[in-house]
């Protein structure tokens, strides 16, 4: 099926998403309406060529297939009963971090098809990463067009049980901000140790870029990866000794998934 959709929030997220699934045909702009009051980023969404809205005034009046909900969580609250009146016939799919398919179901009815969806900032250029929990309510016609959307920004994961999201958000929602904070460390060691900033932003993401290519084409192990660069006793063991010493980096990324993970189950509360 193609589906009608309104895309409630038109921040980073929900900006980076509308670009992949325009760009992949899996709606058609016509199709779209984006509800968003901040003018500057309603006007970007408009050039893509959907229609847009400040505000849900008569939307009563809309026929949607499918909702989208990507405002702030500590907003969702406040912006959702204002789309009471798509439930239950419409479906609503929310990437909001934290908050449950009941407090949909509270606000909207309990007959309300619901999907939770975790996605990442690479959605913009069609390497995201989505993990999905739908409820019982959603039918094989609204999952299927899910899927094809959401396929459009990446690659897509569906969890048997809505816990995992809470997971999902702290590896790979969160994750890209652990890269990027990865390649602002190596790009600062890189001008310590005496190259040019710019030399250094380019050995740094490079790097990244490239490892990240060849972890995911090779189909090797990353750790079988990792010993192809490692030579007896030479320069990679000595910054492995570093970083895997006491397990000082696995320990760190343990700790940083953690406390993502709590605070997404907090900003459930
Ligand atoms: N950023 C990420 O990497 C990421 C990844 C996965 C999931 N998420 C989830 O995505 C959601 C959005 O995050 P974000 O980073 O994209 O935030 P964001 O950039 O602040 O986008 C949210 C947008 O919603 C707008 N908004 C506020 N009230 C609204 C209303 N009543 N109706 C329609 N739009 C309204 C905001 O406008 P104002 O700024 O004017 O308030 C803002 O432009 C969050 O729930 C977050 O948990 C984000």
Redesign the pocket.
């Known amino acids: 099926m193609a589906g009608k959709v309104i895309l409630?929030?038109?921040?980073?997220?929900?900006f980076d998403m509308l670009k992949g699934w325009l760009a992949s045909g899996a709606v058609q702009p016509a199709d779209v309406l984006v509800?968003?009051?901040?003018e500057t980023?309603r006007n970007r969404a408009g050039e893509q060529g959907v229609r847009t809205s400040a505000a849900p005034d008569g939307i009563a009046g809309e026929s949607a297939d499918l909702v989208i909900i990507?405002?702030?969580?500590q907003?969702l609250r406040d912006?959702l009963p204002a789309y009471k009146p798509l439930a239950p016939k419409a479906a609503f799919l929310s990437?909001?971090?934290g908050i449950a398919i009941s407090t949909f179901s509270e606000i909207l009815g309990s007959d309300t098809p619901v999907i939770r969806c975790?996605?990442?900032?690479p959605a913009a250029i069609g390497k995201g990463m989505m993990g999905i929990y739908a409820n019982e309510l959603v039918s094989a016609d609204i999952l299927a067009f899910v899927n094809t959307l959401l396929s459009a920004s990446g690659e897509v994961v569906v969890l048997d049980d809505e816990g995992q999201i809470d997971a999902v958000t702290a590896v790979s929602?969160s994750g890209p901000a652990y890269v990027f904070h990865f390649i602002e460390c190596l790009e600062a060691a890189a001008v310590k140790a005496g190259l040019s900033e710019k030399a250094a932003r380019l050995l740094a993401m490079q790097t990244v870029y490239g490892a990240a290519n060849l972890a995911k084409e090779s189909g090797e192990e990353p750790g079988r990866l990792r010993e192809q660069v490692t030579s007896p006793n030479g320069t990679t063991a000595a910054a492995l000794a570093v970083l895997m010493g006491e397990n000082r980096l696995g320990n760190l990324v343990d700790e940083a998934v953690d406390a993502a993970r709590r605070r997404s189950i907090e900003l459930g509360k």
Request: overall charge neutral.
């Open positions: 409630v929030g038109c921040g980073n997220m929900g509800i968003e009051p901040n980023l990507a405002v702030k969580p907003v912006v990437i909001a971090a975790m996605p990442n900032t929602g």
